[in-house]
C-alpha cells in the first residue's frame, strides 16, 4: 500500500484541489487579457490604465508575505479558502463599477485572492510530489492547468464581443464563485481529518512570523540559489509588467486585432505548453532545472523577435507558438527548483516573500510603460522584456546549480540562514 501510494503521481485530494484551480483560472483567464480593455472603456485614457494598473499592484505588496506565512501555518488548503472567498467578492465591484475608479476596491479583494491563492498552491504541489518525481508533478498539474489558457481568454472574449464586458463578468464571477464554495469545504474536511503524522497547525502569531521571515530573508540575501533567482525573476518581472497591461491595448489599437484574435492568441500559446508541459517535467527531472529554465527564456526570446517584427495576425500567432513553448520549458523546472531550495516549512513565506519584493521593485512598471508609449512609441516598451531575457541567460545558466541537499529540512529556522550560504556557487 505504501509503495502504491509512492508511485502514484497525483494523490487524489490533489486532483480534486486541482478540479477547483482550473475552475477558479478559467474565470481569470477570461478577465485578464481584455481587462485593461475594460478600464479604458469605463473611461481610462492609455496613461490611466497604466496609472490603475500600478496603483492596484500596491494591494499585493500588503497581503503576499502574509498570505504564505499563513498558508505556512494554518495549512494550505485553509489559507486558500480565506482568500477564494475574498476573490468571489472582488467580482461584484468588476459587475456593477460604474466607472474605472470603481475598480480599484475590487483589485485589492483580488490582490488579497492572489496572495492567498498562489504560495500556497505553489507549496502544496510540493508537499504532494517527492524530489525525484517533483519536475512530473509540476509539469502534469502544469498540463493540466492550462485548459484554463485555452478555454478563458476565448470564452471572455467571445462573451466580450457578443454581448458586453459586464455579462462576462458575470460569467466569471459565477464560475469562480462555484470555485470558492468548493474550496471551503475541502478546507473544512480538511482539518476534520488530519492525520496523527501530519505537521500540525500553528497558531498565528508575530513572533513566529518574524522568524520565518527572518529565515527566507537569510537565503535571499545569502549570495547561493535563492539570491540569484530572486535577481533573475525580479527582472523577467519588472520588464514583463512594462508592457502585460498594455498588449490587449497595442494588438487592439494599433495592429487592429479583434477581442476574439486577442483572446486567441492566448489561447494559442496555452495549448501549445499543454502539449509539451508533461515532457519538460521529466526534462527537468532527467537534465536538471536549468536545461529547461534556459532554454525556455530562449524560445521565449524568439517569439518575442517575431512579435516586434510582426505586422499581421498570423505572425503573432507564430510569436505565440514560441512562447508557448519556452513557456512549457519553463513552468515546471522553475516551480520545481525553487520548491528544492527552500525548506518545507517555510515554503509559502518563502513564494510570498518574492511575489512581495518583487512586487515592490516592479510596482511604477505598467506607469512607466505607458509614459513610454505615450512619449517614445507604442512599440518602444515591448522591446525591454527582450533585452532583459537575453542579458539573464547567461546569469540562470550559471548560477541555477541545484546543491545536493537543497532543500532538506533543518533542526530550526534559525538554521536556514546560517546555511544559506553554502548554496553559493
Do not use: C
Request: no cysteine.
Amino acid at each position: 500500500m505504501t509503495e502504491a501510494k509512492k508511485k502514484r503521481l497525483l494523490s487524489p485530494v490533489l486532483l480534486a484541489f486541482m478540479g477547483t484551480m482550473i475552475l477558479a483560472n478559467i474565470s481569470a483567464q477570461m478577465v485578464f487579457p481584455l481587462e485593461s480593455l475594460y478600464v479604458q472603456e469605463l473611461g481610462a485614457s492609455v496613461e490611466q490604465v497604466g496609472l490603475f494598473f500600478t496603483a492596484a499592484a500596491i494591494a499585493p505588496l500588503i497581503f503576499q508575505v502574509l498570505g504564505g506565512w499563513l498558508s505556512d501555518a494554518v495549512g494550505r488548503l485553509q489559507a486558500i479558502a480565506i482568500g477564494s472567498v475574498a476573490g468571489a467578492v472582488s467580482y461584484l465591484f468588476y459587475i456593477f463599477a460604474p466607472s474605472w475608479l470603481w475598480l480599484l476596491p475590487s483589485s485589492v479583494l483580488a490582490a488579497m485572492a492572489v496572495a492567498f491563492v498562489s504560495p500556497s498552491f505553489q507549496a502544496f504541489v510540493a508537499e504532494q510530489s517527492t524530489k525525484e518525481t517533483r519536475g512530473r508533478v509540476y509539469g502534469i498539474t502544469s498540463t493540466m492547468f492550462m485548459v484554463v489558457n485555452i478555454i478563458g481568454p476565448v470564452l471572455g472574449g467571445a462573451i466580450a464581443q457578443g454581448l458586453s464586458f459586464r455579462t462576462m463578468y458575470i460569467v466569471a464571477g459565477s464560475l469562480y464563485a462555484t470555485a470558492a464554495g468548493i474550496r471551503v469545504l475541502m478546507a473544512r474536511h480538511a482539518s476534520r481529518t488530519r492525520k496523527v503524522g501530519d505537521r500540525p497547525p500553528e497558531k498565528p502569531t508575530f513572533s513566529g512570523f518574524k522568524r520565518s521571515l527572518v529565515a527566507v530573508l537569510g537565503m535571499v540575501v545569502a549570495g547561493g540559489l535563492v539570491t540569484w533567482i530572486f535577481v533573475s525573476d525580479g527582472v523577467r518581472d519588472i520588464s514583463f509588467n512594462l508592457i502585460w497591461r498594455l498588449m490587449p491595448l497595442y494588438l487592439e489599437n494599433e495592429m487592429g486585432l479583434s477581442l476574439l484574435q486577442i483572446g486567441s492568441l492566448q489561447s494559442i500559446s496555452a495549448i501549445v505548453a499543454m502539449i509539451l508541459m508533461t515532457p519538460a517535467g521529466l526534462l527537468s527531472d532527467k537534465k536538471g532545472e536549468r536545461v529547461g529554465i534556459v532554454g525556455g527564456f530562449g524560445l521565449i526570446s524568439m517569439g518575442w523577435v517575431v512579435f516586434l517584427t510582426g505586422a499581421d495576425f498570423w505572425q503573432f500567432i507564430i510569436s505565440r507558438v514560441f512562447v508557448g513553448a519556452g513557456w512549457a520549458l519553463i513552468d515546471p523546472a522553475y516551480n520545481s527548483l525553487i520548491s528544492k531550495a527552500v525548506p518545507e516549512k517555510i515554503r509559502g513565506t518563502a513564494f510570498g516573500l518574492f511575489s512581495t519584493s518583487l512586487g515592490i521593485l516592479s510596482l511604477p512598471a505598467p506607469w512607466i510603460g505607458a509614459q513610454l508609449w505615450e512619449k517614445v512609441s507604442p512599440v518602444f516598451p515591448f522591446y525591454v522584456p527582450l533585452i532583459a531575457m537575453v542579458a539573464m541567460l547567461p546569469v540562470m545558466w550559471i548560477k541555477f546549480k541545484l546543491p545536493p541537499d537543497a532543500g532538506d529540512e533543518p533542526d530550526s529556522l534559525a538554521s536556514v540562514a546560517a546555511d544559506a550560504g553554502s548554496a553559493s556557487s
